[in-house]
């Protein structure tokens, strides 16, 4: 009984630190495009692990398919954080 508690302690610490452990995941970012300079704010659903490292790797590469390229991941977030982002990203709000 002790360690089945002393386990579940120890696998509730750390998984205390993931934002989107049970839940989705998502990142906004800036990107950019060349000739003529587009610059646009954006919302992506993330599809691996919930980390600004990971999501600078996906984001990157979701994006670098339509011509875009990644300027910086500002944040990674749970579904809580989507409503106040929408208006400011606009057309990108989950485009990609």
Sequence with gaps: MKNALALSALLLT???GF??????C????KAKRDAPLQLHYGVMQ???SCTKAAARS????RLQRS???LLNVLSVFDESG???RKASAGKFYLRF
């Design 82 to 84: 989507l409503s106040e």
């Design 46 to 48: 993330l599809n691996d």
């Design 14 to 16: 750390l998984f205390a």
């Design 67 to 69: 011509g875009w390229t």
């Design 58 to 61: 996906e984001v990157a590469t």
């Design 26 to 29: 998502y990142a906004d970012y």
């Design 19 to 24: 934002p989107a452990a049970a839940g989705e």
